[in-house]
Nanobody, 123 residues
Framework: QVQLVESGGGLVQAGDSLRLSCAAS????????MGWFRQAPGKEREFVAA????????GYADSVKGRFTISRDNAKNTMSLQMSSLNPEDTALYYC????????????????WGQGTQVTVSS
């Protein structure tokens, strides 16, 4: 079993940067691809970014490409999302997740989920 806990969310202004972290326990992360998803009020949960088991391959939603960077540190059993040039449309509850499938797996194929961390971007 894998337990995931997100941290780093908060209230920031448009244009600011923020770094989200996801810490895992119960099992090492090297056997899992990792991803970030977000859900805004009244909207469906959407894919944000994902990283392969090795950390060598990544994928991003078009809405965040060029602004967000996903990375992982298997030695520390953590995964991060560096967010820059934030805008109000990025406001959402952000979840980290792990999947035994490839990093490009769909949300329904992720096995473990954190409780989420809130990111609010004011204009």
């Amino acid at each position: 079993q894998v337990q995931l806990v997100e941290s780093g969310g908060g209230l920031v202004q448009a244009g600011d940067s923020l770094r989200l972290s996801c810490a895992a326990s119960g099992r090492t992360l090297n056997g899992y691809a990792m991803g970030w998803f977000r859900q805004a009020p009244g909207k469906e949960r959407e894919f944000v970014a994902a990283v392969s088991r090795s950390g060598l391959s990544t994928g991003y939603a078009d809405s965040v490409k060029g602004r967000f960077t996903i990375s992982r540190d298997n030695a520390k059993n953590t995964m991060s999302l560096q967010m820059s040039s934030l805008n109000p449309e990025d406001t959402a509850l952000y979840y980290c997740a792990a999947t035994s499938r490839a990093y490009y797996a769909g949300s329904n194929e992720y096995d473990y989920w954190g409780q989420g961390t809130q990111v609010t971007v004011s204009s």
